[in-house]
């Protein structure tokens, strides 16, 4: 909303209407990545939350309110409504979508871009739809196609049932686990084979939601009987969903047709095990029965030894004390659209929590519970079926429906447990049913982070630890001192089903969807700007109008070879989104923080990197500054430092860049395998942009962010199959001319890198431009997409 605002007064400036920068598709924003969970385990959590969360963002809200009014085809489902993904699988999702044109009503499959990575989760339903970055979406907003080079499609054969005991989460491990082996990147799954029609439309959104984290460009589901089914449950129009079936069947678009694959890859469920993943990414499944061990053996390659609990007694609130140590559970967050939007697993943990409760198990006071459904819906389900209430007792209460904890957002710990942790260097974890478990994403103090299913969620935090074996090793003690075994509250799936089949209807879907875009009384009375284009406000710490088109050249500046360039950041494998670009909180000692400081903000004021995306001046300095990123630059250090070969003095990253800039010299990074993994966040290369990059050399990058890098104007470049900066002997210190601009770059060009040393010696070799699309040319070409969108417009 920012760029589009921009957009418009770029076009004020140049004297045209501002009106011709609007969207010219359908556009849904959900707001659901700003609820905190700063108050949890109390009935009045969801409440004092809310409140928290419209005091924060307020100036934030209000000008979304005034881009609904000011955007003729833009509409804002208000916060404390659901989160995105779940908000469009339940409600805004057609299958078939259905317009006028001129006076005849045209049906074509239904189709979706997202600003999400998880936007394939739509898929569950056989909806195409993929996440782009933030701007590449506005450009399709605006007009331009998305593009792409063809890709392959991988299918994925389904045989066998589910056993007892496992879950649609351990299934989307497994899946994650083994789609990385195989390497999806820039490809579509689909997924066949008679085992589709066991797994209901949750299951499959379960599955299709971790598309990102299996690599893939998109997860999708055939649409079939129990496609069908699922939009009668979820309350949708009978006309519409007949008018579904028998177009898709006109067009040869249910169910199976006898695909045809690039490859297949065979699966089958009754293989599947309870599994966790942990402690950094998706794809490190970890079998329930072997947890104990896998901690241990983490522990002691990190901190030397194998002991586990320190038995360090942490004082807590009203007088309570708990006893933590490494491997403790401080968070145990029933969360996210992966699993929250699965009645199953929710119901199981429901069940799981009833019978704890029954036996007197109780979770230790030194974790911290919370529970954030994607959509109302949930709550209604497991109020009707009894289950709320013991969820809650166990501290499980509703803390706001958005994303929290999954996107960072899981608020403070208690103050007694992050004291402790700062003071013993303790290697605590956490456990929630999310998509997401990157270095200090979940919280900047937990060292360790595991996804699990909403019952070992439960499970877990009944334990307080993770070092346990959970089919060996009691959970705790029943009131007579009696052990009490995962095995002895874990519900049947018969049990399971029943209670979800009793209990969810679809008038549960249309009372909850009926007023999705109303909002509560907050919301309504959140006053918001009027007119057409945006009033700035030049001392805001939230909004401030971009650098991007203030000043704007109808001219491209085209491209030139690069010299003399130094390297910012040297990076190794996996580096995530998270890491270039955080979303979580920051302190006042950190670039973002100084800068709110000298603004006049304490630190309680600052809210998180996320909440602060409009505002250019904190995002920039938030860049590669994530707390647990390592760069080789500055060996055995942590965060978002770097040297600068200037001064030879190690210094901030931001500060390091401010200096390059003002010499006029242009920088690089290099980086390993995987760059840019994660969430589709658009500031990782807006903020590498600011900060005076000019080109990223990696091994492999992640579709989204290389796509952003471009639509930022900053080239994403290849190392050749076989070559590496380990290979090549680089090291970070060499001067980098990147030679073969001067007539531009073409889709998929080499071109020539010669690294200077110290020493004079020259290391020369080729990287291939990660520009794959002519539509990717002029973007570079023109120092970014929404540049080009901007001279276009304008012309």
């Given at each position: 909303?920012?760029?589009?605002a921009?957009?418009?007064?770029?076009?004020?400036?140049?004297?045209?209407?501002?009106?011709?920068v609007?969207?010219?598709?359908?556009?849904?924003?959900?707001?659901?990545?700003s609820?905190?969970?700063?108050?949890?385990?109390?009935?009045?959590?969801?409440?004092?939350?809310?409140?928290?969360?419209?005091?924060?963002?307020?100036?934030?809200?209000?000008?979304?309110?005034?881009?609904?009014?000011?955007?003729?085809?833009?509409?804002?489902v208000?916060?404390?409504?659901?989160?995105?993904?779940?908000?469009?699988?339940?409600?805004?999702?057609?299958?078939?979508?259905?317009?006028?044109?001129?006076?005849?009503q045209?049906?074509?499959?239904?189709?979706?871009?997202g600003?999400d990575?998880?936007?394939?989760?739509?898929?569950?339903?056989?909806?195409?739809?993929?996440?782009?970055?933030?701007?590449?979406?506005?450009a399709?907003?605006?007009?331009?196609?998305?593009?792409?080079?063809?890709?392959?499609?991988?299918?994925?054969k389904?045989?066998?049932?589910?056993?007892?005991?496992?879950?649609?989460t351990?299934?989307?491990?497994?899946?994650?686990?083994?789609?990385?082996?195989?390497g999806?990147?820039?490809?579509?799954?689909?997924?066949f084979?008679?085992?589709?029609?066991?797994?209901?439309?949750?299951?499959?959104?379960?599955?299709?939601?971790?598309?990102?984290?299996?690599g893939?460009?998109i997860?999708?589901?055939?649409?079939?009987?129990?496609t069908?089914?699922?939009?009668?449950?979820?309350?949708?129009?009978?006309?519409?969903?007949?008018?579904?079936?028998?177009?898709?069947?006109?067009?040869?678009?249910?169910?199976?047709?006898?695909?045809?694959?690039?490859?297949?890859?065979?699966?089958?469920?009754?293989?599947?095990?309870?599994?966790?993943?942990?402690?950094?990414?998706?794809?490190?499944?970890?079998?329930?029965?072997?947890?104990?061990?896998?901690?241990?053996?983490?522990?002691?390659?990190?901190?030397?030894?194998?002991?586990?609990?320190?038995?360090?007694?942490v004082?807590?609130?009203?007088?309570?004390?708990?006893?933590?140590?490494?491997?403790?559970?401080?968070?145990?967050?029933?969360?996210?659209?992966?699993?929250?939007?699965?009645?199953?697993?929710?119901?199981?943990?429901?069940?799981?929590?009833?019978?704890?409760?029954?036996?007197?198990?109780?979770?230790?006071?030194?974790?911290?519970?919370?529970?954030?459904?994607?959509?109302?819906?949930?709550?209604?389900?497991?109020?009707?079926?009894?289950?709320?209430?013991?969820?809650?007792?166990?501290?499980?209460?509703?803390?706001?429906?958005?994303?929290?904890?999954?996107?960072?957002?899981?608020?403070?710990?208690?103050?007694?447990?992050?004291?402790?942790?700062?003071?013993?260097?303790?290697?605590?974890?956490?456990?929630?049913?999310?998509?997401?478990?990157?270095?200090?994403?979940?919280?900047?103090?937990?060292?360790?982070?595991?996804?699990?299913?909403?019952?070992?969620?439960?499970?877990?935090?009944?334990?307080?630890?993770?070092?346990?074996?959970?089919?060996?090793?009691?959970?705790?003690?029943?009131?007579?001192?009696?052990?009490?075994?995962?095995?002895?509250?874990?519900?049947?799936?018969?049990?399971?089903?029943?209670?979800?089949?009793?209990?969810?209807?679809?008038?549960?879907?249309?009372?909850?969807?009926?007023?999705?875009?109303?909002?509560?009384?907050?919301?309504?009375?959140l006053?918001?700007?009027?007119?057409?284009?945006?009033e700035?406000?030049?001392?805001?710490?939230?909004?401030?109008?971009?650098?991007?088109?203030?000043?704007?050249s109808?001219?491209?500046?085209?491209?030139?070879?690069?010299k003399?360039?130094r390297?910012?950041l040297?990076?190794?494998?996996?580096?995530?989104t998270?890491?270039?670009?955080?979303?979580?909180?920051?302190?006042?000692?950190?670039?973002?923080?100084?800068?709110?400081?000298?603004?006049?903000?304490?630190?309680?004021?600052?809210?998180?990197?996320?909440?602060?995306?409009?505002?250019h001046?904190v995002?920039?300095?938030?860049?590669?500054?994530?707390?647990?990123?390592?760069?080789?630059?500055?060996p055995?250090?942590?965060?978002?430092?770097t040297?600068?070969?200037?001064?030879?003095?190690v210094?901030?990253?931001?500060?390091a860049?401010?200096?390059?800039?003002?010499?006029?010299i242009?920088?690089?990074?290099?980086?390993g395998?995987?760059?840019?993994?994660?969430?589709?966040r658009?500031?990782?290369?807006?903020?590498?942009?600011?900060?005076?990059?000019?080109?990223?050399?990696?091994?492999?990058?992640?579709?989204?962010?290389?796509?952003?890098l471009?639509?930022?104007?900053?080239?994403?470049?290849?190392?050749?199959?076989?070559?590496?900066r380990?290979?090549?002997?680089?090291?970070?210190?060499?001067?980098?001319?990147?030679?073969?601009?001067e007539?531009?770059?073409?889709?998929?060009?080499?071109?020539?890198?010669?690294?200077?040393?110290?020493?004079g010696?020259?290391?020369?070799?080729?990287?291939?431009?990660?520009?794959?699309?002519?539509?990717?040319?002029?973007?570079?070409?023109?120092?970014?997409?929404?540049?080009?969108?901007?001279?276009?417009?304008?012309?």
């Amino acid at each position: 909303v920012v760029d589009l605002a921009a957009l418009r007064s770029a076009a004020h400036r140049a004297g045209k209407d501002p009106s011709i920068v609007e969207p010219a598709v359908p556009c849904d924003l959900v707001i659901d990545h700003s609820v905190q969970v700063d108050f949890f385990g109390s009935e009045d959590a969801y409440e004092r939350n809310v409140e928290m969360e419209y005091k924060r963002n307020g100036e934030r809200y209000r000008a979304l309110k005034w881009a609904q009014q000011a955007f003729s085809s833009f509409r804002v489902v208000p916060p404390g409504t659901g989160i995105v993904h779940q908000v469009n699988l339940e409600y805004l999702g057609q299958v078939v979508h259905s317009r006028l044109v001129g006076e005849d009503q045209w049906l074509l499959p239904d189709t979706l871009v997202g600003t999400d990575s998880h936007t394939p989760m739509i898929g569950g339903i056989g909806v195409v739809g993929w996440g782009v970055g933030g701007i590449e979406a506005e450009a399709a907003m605006l007009g331009q196609p998305i593009t792409m080079t063809l890709p392959e499609v991988v299918g994925v054969k389904l045989t066998g049932e589910l056993p007892q005991g496992a879950t649609a989460t351990d299934l989307v491990l497994y899946i994650v686990e083994i789609l990385r082996g195989v390497g999806v990147v820039d490809r579509f799954v689909e997924f066949f084979g008679p085992a589709v029609k066991t797994l209901s439309v949750p299951d499959r959104a379960t599955i299709s939601n971790m598309a990102p984290e299996q690599g893939s460009t998109i997860s999708v589901f055939p649409v079939d009987d129990v496609t069908l089914e699922y939009l009668r449950l979820t309350g949708r129009d009978e006309k519409h969903i007949r008018l579904v079936e028998a177009y898709l069947k006109e067009q040869g678009l249910f169910g199976e047709q006898e695909p045809e694959y690039t490859e297949i890859v065979e699966l089958d469920l009754s293989t599947i095990e309870p599994s966790l993943a942990g402690p950094k990414r998706p794809q490190d499944r970890v079998l329930l029965n072997e947890m104990r061990n896998h901690f241990e053996d983490l522990l002691e390659s990190e901190v030397g030894e194998k002991e586990t609990s320190k038995g360090i007694l942490v004082e807590l609130e009203e007088g309570r004390s708990s006893s933590i140590g490494h491997g403790s559970v401080v968070v145990s967050a029933i969360t996210s659209c992966t699993n929250t939007s699965n009645p199953t697993v929710m119901v199981a943990a429901g069940l799981l929590a009833q019978r704890a409760v029954e036996l007197g198990l109780e979770i230790p006071p030194h974790v911290k519970t919370s529970l954030a459904p994607g959509s109302k819906v949930v709550t209604e389900y497991l109020k009707e079926s009894g289950l709320l209430v013991p969820l809650e007792e166990l501290g499980y209460h509703v803390v706001g429906y958005g994303c929290t904890t999954c996107i960072g957002n899981a608020g403070p710990l208690p103050e007694g447990v992050e004291g402790a942790i700062d003071a013993n260097s303790l290697w605590t974890t956490s456990v929630l049913s999310g998509n997401r478990n990157f270095e200090a994403r979940i919280h900047p103090k937990i060292r360790a982070n595991y996804l699990a299913s909403p019952p070992l969620v439960v499970a877990y935090g009944l334990a307080g630890r993770m070092d346990i074996n959970l089919e060996t090793e009691p959970l705790g003690e029943d009131r007579e001192g009696n052990p009490i075994y995962l095995a002895d509250i874990w519900p049947s799936n018969e049990e399971i089903n029943k209670t979800v089949s009793e209990n969810l209807n679809p008038s549960m879907f249309q009372q909850k969807y009926s007023e999705v875009f109303l909002g509560d009384e907050k919301w309504e009375a959140l006053s918001a700007p009027k007119g057409i284009n945006y009033e700035w406000d030049s001392e805001s710490t939230y909004i401030r109008e971009p650098p991007f088109f203030q000043e704007f050249s109808s001219d491209p500046p085209g491209t030139e070879d690069i010299k003399n360039a130094r390297c910012l950041l040297v990076l190794g494998d996996t580096v995530t989104t998270d890491h270039i670009s955080p979303a979580g909180p920051f302190g006042a000692s950190v670039p973002a923080g100084i800068w709110l400081s000298d603004e006049g903000l304490s630190p309680y004021e600052f809210n998180t990197y996320g909440s602060r995306r409009g505002n250019h001046e904190v995002m920039m300095r938030g860049t590669f500054a994530n707390v647990r990123i390592k760069n080789e630059l500055v060996p055995g250090t942590e965060g978002g430092y770097t040297l600068d070969f200037i001064s030879q003095e190690v210094s901030s990253v931001y500060d390091a860049s401010r200096h390059y800039q003002e010499e006029g010299i242009p920088l690089i990074v290099l980086a390993g395998k995987e760059f840019g993994a994660g969430s589709s966040r658009d500031w990782a290369a807006k903020g590498s942009d600011l900060l005076g990059i000019r080109a990223t050399i990696a091994e492999s990058y992640e579709r989204i962010f290389r796509d952003n890098l471009v639509g930022m104007g900053v080239l994403p470049l290849q190392f050749e199959e076989g070559e590496s900066r380990m290979e090549l002997g680089l090291d970070g210190s060499e001067k980098y001319d990147i030679v073969g601009l001067e007539s531009g770059v073409d889709v998929g060009q080499k071109l020539r890198v010669i690294a200077e040393k110290e020493d004079g010696n020259k290391v020369e070799f080729s990287v291939v431009a990660q520009v794959n699309t002519p539509a990717a040319v002029k973007y570079i070409e023109h120092g970014g997409i929404l540049n080009y969108v901007l001279r276009r417009l304008l012309a």
